[in-house]
Nanobody, 130 residues
Framework: QVQLVESGGGLVQTGGSLRLSCAAS????????MAWFRQAPGKEREFAAA????????YYADSVKGRFTISRDNTKNTVFLQMNSLKPEDTAVYYC???????????????????????WGQGTQVTVSS
């Protein structure tokens, strides 16, 4: 089992940047594929980005492609989400998620699905002011 703790959220102006971090407990971090989801008030949780166990494969929602970058450091049990050119519509609680299931051979729909991920952090608030 893995425990996830997000950090790095905050208030930023339109066009600004933030870097989210997700620290994972345990010694088997490199056996988990990792992802970031987000949930705005009154909306369903939606996929933002995912990264394979070794970091070679990354996946992005169309809404964040070209602006967000997911990465991981398996020596530090941490996954990151670098968010640039932020927009007010990026305002949401951002959640880190982990799965023991592979994502490299999964369909895009599977990678983006909430149900594929077994472990979740508590979330960190990101607010983008206009």
């Amino acid at each position: 089992q893995v425990q996830l703790v997000e950090s790095g959220g905050g208030l930023v102006q339109t066009g600004g940047s933030l870097r989210l971090s997700c620290a994972a407990s345990g010694r088997t971090f490199n056996t988990y594929a990792m992802a970031w989801f987000r949930q705005a008030p009154g909306k369903e949780r939606e996929f933002a980005a995912a990264i394979s166990r070794g970091g070679a494969m990354t996946y992005y929602a169309d809404s964040v492609k070209g602006r967000f970058t997911i990465s991981r450091d398996n020596t530090k049990n941490t996954v990151f989400l670098q968010m640039n050119s932020l927009k007010p519509e990026d305002t949401a609680v951002y959640y880190c998620a982990a799965t023991l299931k592979t994502i490299t051979t999964a369909t895009t729909a599977q990678v983006m699905g909430v149900i594929r991920y077994d472990y979740w952090g508590q979330g960190t608030q990101v607010t983008v002011s206009s």
